[in-house]
């Protein structure tokens, strides 16, 4: 079994910044790509940002420029950085990671964390 523990969401103003944490913990056998979602109201999940394993990252056009995606694996941890942000910012963040486990590879998922730009 696989956890993901996400920390950093909440209210900021137009501008300001936030950064969200993600801690993997369980039965690990290595870490490939780890990332973040969100989803919107009405809206589908869409990528934010990702990076593998040896730290190259993907950014979504819509946050180049202002987000960073980084990652800690002593930590099993990922992070964003979010500056400059947006109304269209506003949307519930999910960290997503690729797990190597005992009996193959699985996707797993965060509960969510609330991020709402608003003045």
């Known amino acids: 079994q696989v956890q993901l523990v996400e920390s950093g969401g909440g209210l900021v103003q137009p501008g300001g910044s936030l950064r969200l944490s993600c801690a993997a913990s369980?039965?690990?056998?290595?870490?490939?790509?780890m990332g973040w979602y969100r989803q919107a109201p009405g809206k589908e999940r869409e990528l934010v940002a990702d990076?593998?394993?040896?730290?190259?990252?993907n950014y979504a056009d819509s946050v180049k420029g202002r987000f960073t995606v980084s990652r800690d694996n002593a930590k099993n941890t990922v992070y964003l950085q979010m500056n400059s942000l947006k109304s269209e910012d506003t949307a519930v963040y999910y960290c997503?990671?690729?797990?190597?486990?005992?009996w193959g590879t699985g996707d797993y998922w965060g509960q969510g964390t609330q991020v709402t730009v608003s003045s």
């Open positions: 997503h990671a690729r797990v190597s486990l005992s």
């Open positions: 369980g039965s690990i056998f290595s870490l490939n790509a």
């Open positions: 990076i593998t394993s040896g730290g190259s990252p």
